[in-house]
């Protein structure tokens, strides 16, 4: 079964530092979003992308995150300057459609920013 | 604003015993309804989806409009059936999006 792979597994980063969370959808995926979860906390939705253009993005998704797909088929979460409580598990996540087919998670990327 | 409440943080049963982890939602328009499941340290992998009215691993949910609900549920729990469950809700097409809002989930744990 096709899996979305993300890298890397674990990041840890100096506060203030940019880091960039990669991720490789299933090729026949059409929407890419972005989740985080902090540890002991819900899983939130930060943005969803379509057509190499941003399509929602949440409150949290401000100024310093931004999101790509440089080359077609890598997608990139990219944090400008780190804070501490962006730590959390960072989950990539794509669907073919958007009417309700359900979504394929990446195994995550643990960030820790210290 | 679309909301998931899962009441139960942790919800231990035994072995062969049933299962119910409940989810509520709060959504104006028609939501769409999902149940993932997170076994421990791997990735949140799609267990149900309403539409589909289907049942994996032995378990089923049904959609409740009157109530709002979609209730998880297994009539013998088994050892493998530990772990994190979500409930989640999707908009759709009609909501201008299809972005998941989830529940904070329930761990399962399920005792010999």
């Known amino acids: 079964e096709p899996e979305v792979t993300q890298t890397p597994s674990h990041q840890v980063t100096q506060m203030g530092q940019e880091v960039i969370l990669r991720c490789v959808p299933i090729s026949n995926h059409l929407y890419f979003y972005w989740y985080r979860q902090i540890l002991g906390q819900k899983v939130e939705f930060l943005v969803s992308?379509?057509?190499?253009?941003?399509?929602?993005k949440s409150e949290i998704f401000d100024d310093q995150f931004s999101v790509e797909r440089p080359d077609g088929s890598n997608f990139t979460l990219k944090i400008r300057s780190t804070k501490l409580e962006d730590s959390a598990m960072y989950f990539c996540?794509?669907?073919?459609?958007?009417?309700?087919?359900?979504?394929?998670f990446g195994s995550g990327t643990r960030l820790t920013v210290v | 604003a679309q909301r998931v409440t899962q009441p139960e943080k942790l919800l231990s049963v035994f072995k062969g015993a049933p299962v119910e982890l409940k989810c509520n939602y709060s959504y104006s328009g028609s939501p769409e309804l999902f149940w993932y499941v997170q076994y421990s340290r791997q990735r949140l992998q799609l267990l149900l989806r309403h539409i589909s009215r289907e049942s994996i691993k032995g378990f089923t949910a049904d959609l409740n409009k009157g109530e709002t609900s979609f209730h998880l549920k297994k009539p013998f729990a088994q050892e493998e059936d530990s772990a994190m469950y979500y409930c989640a809700l999707s908009e759709g097409i009609t909501g201008g999006g299809n972005k998941l809002t989830f529940g904070t989930g329930t761990q399962l744990k399920v005792e010999l």
């Open positions: 992308f379509y057509n190499n253009e941003i399509s929602e």
């Open positions: 996540a794509g669907n073919p459609t958007v009417i309700g087919y359900g979504y394929t």
